[in-house]
């Protein structure tokens, strides 16, 4: 993997990475209260084996997660209140992912439990166009202080009429402004039919994630 956004993300084109994906293991744990922050617990040993997911409320994230973890969709899970941690595996890969909420009362615990994780997933609602503006000012204001975290953009919600397109993603979130030093991709997605087998986009992004945990653990 190299460093910068990749035209091939950029473009949501399928993306060549190694270990393909097995059968998943979905196990969620929801609260109203987020857990200690893995900073706390693990100060001076490096990253956790955390996976951060945000985003603001309604971009997806909690179906987004649910795609993952089973490899099936699941349409209209209810705004996560507080945060969701699941755990997923791939092949020999244990991924442990933390959605935390994204609604206005809940974006002031994103900053403490980013230092310390793996890996940054940021879910945006393509066709919430009003709220794009918002979504880049919290990416920008998170990654600024730390040029190495890896950082997943999910274009989500690309099947809505009026979803913007992935170059269009990129130049409203102003990804170019970011810079090149850290591993940095784009993917559109979208959730299809309830309780079918994800889209062949949500499994790329799922090989690219393992990809980079494996490279980064």
């Known amino acids: 993997m190299g460093s910068g956004l990749r035209p091939a993300a950029r473009w949501g084109a399928a993306l060549a990475v190694a270990g393909g994906a097995?059968?998943?293991?979905?196990?969620?744990?929801r609260s109203r209260a987020p857990p200690p922050p893995p900073a706390a617990a693990e100060q001076g040993r490096g990253r956790s084996r955390q996976?951060?997911?945000?985003?603001?409320?309604?971009?997806?994230?909690?179906?987004?997660?649910?795609s993952l973890a089973t490899d099936r969709v699941k349409r209209g899970t209810a705004p996560t209140e507080g945060f969701n941690a699941v755990c997923v595996h791939a092949g020999e890969t244990q991924m442990e992912f933390l959605e935390i909420g994204g609604s206005e009362s809940l974006r002031s615990y994103w900053r403490m439990?980013?230092?310390?994780?793996?890996?940054?997933?940021?879910?945006?609602d393509?066709?919430?166009?009003?709220?794009l503006p918002v979504a880049k000012q919290l990416l920008h204001q998170l990654i600024q202080n730390d040029s190495?975290?890896?950082?997943?953009?999910?274009?989500?919600?690309?099947?809505?009429?009026g979803a913007y397109c992935i170059t269009d993603?990129?130049?409203?979130?102003?990804?170019s402004d970011i810079g090149d030093k850290r591993k940095m991709f784009l993917i559109g997605?979208?959730?299809?039919?309830?309780?079918?087998?994800?889209?062949?986009?949500?499994k790329d992004a799922k090989?690219?994630?393992?990809?980079?945990?494996?490279?980064?653990?």
């Open 51 to 66: 996976i951060l997911v945000l985003g603001l409320d309604g971009a997806g994230k909690s179906s987004v997660l649910h």
């Open 148 to 161: 190495t975290l890896p950082v997943v953009i999910l274009a989500n919600k690309q099947d809505l009429e």
């Open 126 to 131: 393509s066709a919430d166009h009003a709220r």
């Open 169 to 175: 993603i990129h130049d409203a979130l102003a990804l």
């Open 22 to 29: 097995a059968a998943a293991l979905w196990v969620c744990v």
């Open 113 to 124: 439990y980013l230092p310390k994780v793996l890996l940054l997933v940021y879910v945006v």
């Open 189 to 202: 997605t979208h959730v299809a039919e309830d309780g079918s087998e994800i889209s062949s986009s949500m």
């Open 207 to 217: 090989e690219l994630i393992t990809q980079l945990v494996l490279e980064t653990q």
